[in-house]
């Protein structure tokens, strides 16, 4: 009876745990093309009016920090995250949310440090497919598809972003607005635009320039595009 009594109490503890990490505010990216929500490997115009497919979308995310009313800076996180519209579960993050917060602030890309501290482990692990190499450091982010426009084999558009040396560091500092209207025990929505990746500050067109696979010009180019791809939805 008592064995009994004490297996009782663990689970009520347990399911106290499970429902606070469940009910906890956290910070959400909605994956979008234009004003659509965004489906994996259905069909979307660009800027350029080229058709594109979508397959493989992954970026890397740290420095995560809140900025108050009073301008106070708040650490949310320095941990890394990899973004991947093929795990849903990447796409949410489990921040807490604090009150009187305006400014949510994050990078995307791989502290430059990093890039230059030999292997590293778990969601840095190489094998993970966001790595180049030991001089060129680690993928930022990176946008797989196919369009009729790439005069590709199999029509395939690959852009993959790098680069943590002056002059071509393609980190970039995401500084976002907080709604005042949004209700503080719902998650932050953060609506990610990937046409941006053609049109956020540079034109780029997939005929002209189907594949980006080291740091330079374009690399930094794509990198101010989705740099702009990041606003927050109202979430009531």
Request: hydrophobic share 40%.
């Amino acid at each position: 009876m008592q064995q009994n009594w004490k297996i009782g109490f663990l689970i009520t503890i347990l399911l106290g745990l499970t429902n606070m990490a469940i009910s906890q505010p956290t910070v959400q990216f909605k994956m979008m093309f234009n004003n659509q929500t965004f489906h994996k490997d259905s069909s979307y115009s660009n800027s350029a009016g080229e058709m594109v497919q979508i397959h493989r979308f992954m970026f890397y995310t740290t420095k995560w920090k809140l900025i108050t009313a009073s301008n106070d800076t708040i650490n949310l996180s320095n941990e890394h995250f990899l973004i991947n519209i093929e795990k849903e579960l990447s796409m949410v993050l489990p921040f807490p949310k604090l009150a009187n917060a305006t400014k949510l602030i994050f990078d995307i890309g791989v502290d430059s440090i990093l890039n230059t501290t030999g292997i590293q482990t778990g969601i840095l692990d190489p094998a993970l497919g966001m790595f180049w190499t030991w001089r060129t450091g680690y993928i930022m982010a990176k946008l797989h598809g196919v369009s009729p426009q790439a005069k590709t084999a199999g029509n395939r558009f690959s852009y993959e972003v790098g680069g943590f040396q002056s002059p071509f560091n393609s980190v970039r500092t995401i500084e976002l607005e907080l709604p005042t209207q949004h209700q503080k025990s719902k998650p932050l929505i953060i609506k990610t635009d990937l046409a941006k990746w053609f049109s956020g500050k540079h034109i780029i067109q997939i005929g002209t320039t189907p594949n980006c696979h080291n740091a330079g010009k374009l690399a930094m180019q794509l990198a101010d595009n989705y740099s702009s791809m990041f606003s927050m939805a109202i979430n009531n």
